[in-house]
């Protein structure tokens, strides 16, 4: 049965590119309109004129997650334009630092935990009023593989423990917001072909892990290859649906076996 959510209005973060932009695209296609949200002015227009030119509705909302004030103005600007939000997907976050804790600088810590963890925290407050509202909607929130099933990134400590918090943070509002019937999920990737990396200092990572080699490639399932925002964004829009009326407080990892073979 096809996805629709027709009617829908939803919000993405990190939606200039990588899994926010791919799912942004394919919730635009299923019918929803989407608020697009990152601090990237000129990424977020082009994804929404690619949203306007497949005949859907998209809107430019420019924030910094970190930033409470930004946030709510964002929330705002999405309820002044289109009257409600039904959808939250919380995706914008960052690698950060990744270095032994002896070379992580209180600074960097902060930086990882006021994106991924803030971030999140503060995307949802200014929102879940409004799908309160609605008497209903669904939470997505991007963790990962690190800091969940996987414990062998070198030198990601700071970001594995965001993304820890992260799925704590789902499953307890989960259990909090069951009664407006608002649910709440987190997916877990593992390497995906994103530009994440991109945010990624590295210094002196490796002295912090344990040798390891995988000669066939760390991902069972495609032998090494990773996996694509497409599929993630399939999994989000899944869970975001209707078809998943009955899924809350749960992780789901997408990752081809990465992180059972990490571990």
Known sequence: METRLDGRVALVTGAG?????ATALLLAKQ???VATLSRSRDELEKVVAKIEERGGAGLVVVADISKPEELEAAVTKIIDTWGRLDIVFANAGINGKWAPITEMSVEDWNKTMSVNLDGTFITLKYA???LKDNNGGSIVITSSVNGTRMFSTPGAFAYATTKAGQVALAKMLALE???FNIRVNA???GRIDTEISDSTTKV???EAGEPMNFPEGEIPLTDGKAGTSAQVADLVTFLLAEQAAHITGTEMWIDGGQSLLRG
């Open 31 to 33: 019918g929803a309109r």
């Open 17 to 21: 590119s990588g899994i926010g932009e």
């Open 204 to 206: 002196n990572a490796d």
């Open 177 to 179: 917001l069951a009664k």
């Open 187 to 189: 997916i877990c990737p």
């Open 128 to 130: 879940v009023p409004y």
